[in-house]
Nanobody, 117 residues
Framework: QVQLVESGGGLVQPGGSLRLSCEAS????????MKWYRQAPGKERELVAS????????EYVDSVKGRFIISRDNAKSTVYLQMSRLKPEDTALYFC??????????WGQGTQVTVSS
């Protein structure tokens, strides 16, 4: 079955960096676009970044443009989120996502990112 396993979260000071990873299995990774979402306490889940199946196109929410980079390694079935110049407002649980029609959305368990001094 489809599995998405995130890792790389942690506690970091403002201005610091983290790289999140999401290792996928149970489907043909190179056939699917991938996304990173985040959810802060008391807030709705927010789409942060997306990448096409080949990696040729990426998109970002305005609040992370110029600071975050999404990438993928299809040989390793892994998608990454490189986060730089982190801010306290980036604190959230970060989720990896894959959508496959007609079954719908698949989610990982999430990895916590906390930005605090």
């Amino acid at each position: 079955q489809v599995q998405l396993v995130e890792s790389g979260g942690g506690l970091v000071q403002p201005g610091g960096s983290l790289r999140l990873s999401c290792e996928a299995s149970g489907f043909t990774f190179s056939n699917h676009a991938m996304k990173w979402y985040r959810q802060a306490p008391g807030k709705e889940r927010e789409l942060v970044a997306s990448i096409t199946n080949t990696g040729s196109r990426t998109e970002y929410v305005d609040s992370v443009k110029g600071r975050f980079i999404i990438s993928r390694d299809n040989a390793k079935s892994t998608v990454y989120l490189q986060m730089s110049r982190l801010k306290p407002e980036d604190t959230a649980l970060y989720f990896c996502n894959m959508y496959r029609w007609p079954m719908g959305d698949y989610w990982g368990q999430g990895t916590q990112v906390t930005v605090s001094s």
